[in-house]
Structure formats: C-alpha cells, structure tokens
C-alpha cells in the first residue's frame, strides 16, 4: 500500500513537472502577430501580384545603393503572397471583408494553423520572413518564426540570392540542426514549387531570383 501511494505520489509530481515546463515554454515564445504588421499596401493590391513582383525586381537595374535593399523587401511580399495564393490557398485574404478561416489563414487544421507570413527588412539589411503561427486544439498559443537572410545582390549576372543566416523562435535564437530536424520530416520537394518566383533551395537554405528571369 505504501509502495502504491508513492507510485501515485509520483506520477502526480512528474505530471506537474512537466505541466509547468510546458506552461513556461509556452509562455517563452508567445507572440502577438496581427493584420497591422502586414505590408498594407502589398495586401490591399488587386492587380496582378506576381506581375507587380517581377515590376519590381526590374527595378533594381536603375536602383541606387540606399534603394536595392527595400526593393528586395517589396519584391518578397508581392512573391510570397502570389505564392500563398496560387499554390496554397487562393481565398486568403486577411484585410478582406470575409471573416472566414479560408479568408484569414495561410492553413489551417484541427491542431494548429498558420495565419501570417511576410517579409521586413532590418536594421542590418537583411530579409527576415516572419511566419505567424498557433493553436486552440489543447491549449491557446499563438507566436512567430523569423528566418533572417542575408542578401547578395549581384548585378553583373543581375541575380539576387538570400542565404540563410539565422533564425528565432519569438526571441529565442534556434540551432539550425533544429530547423534541418523540421524539413527532413516534410516534403521539401513541394515547399520548394510553392514559389511561384525564383528558386527556393531547402538543402541549403538559398533562395535566388534573376532579376531578367524571375
């Protein structure tokens, strides 16, 4: 009897344990991601997204130095969004009128969604996509995944490449082992032909567009 309130004992503690990790974990990466960090203009576009990207991306050619880096940034969003659009879900629409789960997120299931993602440029001139996620299957939390690249502009074979650099969880600075862990797990192959622009290596973490052959 003594043996068997201990067992129960301690599977009590262990469950608390692991309670508060989860609930301290959760808490570390929350983040808020609403409709007002989207590029406005990008969203609220009706013409042809893909079209307006390679515009875009042209541009470049006349640039000047202090100009390139924010075409960039013009460039990813028109691109992801066309790519969410055409090749993942074509009702996404989150500054829409419709209220729906079609119109406001990129995917969503029964256990977790994605509602954002999007493109800023830092302070160090680098590209970070933000990807804005969450779930209300067991627990609500909502937070974020920003993948910093650095960016080689190459004008004399008029091409742009983004190289991963590094990589955050919310505020949390993550291993690329960790990220390498993820997409061995999915189908890189149709990640990879989701971008309607450009070529998205997930092997080596590169994404290169020409500037005459987007």
Known sequence: MKFLKRLILFVLILIALILTVSFIFIRSIEMSITDADLPQDVYE??????????????????????DEYTIIEEFMNYMILDSIQTNINSSYDPLGDLD???????????????????????????????ISFGTDKYITMHSALFLNFDV???????????????????????????????????????????????????????????????
């Open 45 to 66: 576009e009706n013409g042809n997204l893909l079209g307006i990207a390679e515009g875009k991306l042209l541009s470049l050619i006349l640039a000047s130095p202090e």
């Open 100 to 130: 729906t789960d079609e119109a406001n997120f990129v995917f969503f299931n029964d256990v977790f969604y994605i509602d954002y993602v999007f493109a800023t440029l830092n302070e160090d001139d680098q590209i970070v996509v933000c």
């Open 152 to 214: 080689d502009i190459d004008l004399i074979d008029l091409s742009v490449t983004l190289t991963l650099e590094s990589y955050y969880l919310s505020d949390n600075n993550l291993s690329l082992t960790i990220l390498d862990f993820i997409f061995n797990q999915l189908d890189k192959t149709s990640i990879e032909e989701s971008i309607t622009s450009g070529v998205l290596d997930l092997d080596d973490y590169t994404y290169t567009v020409s500037v005459l052959t987007p």
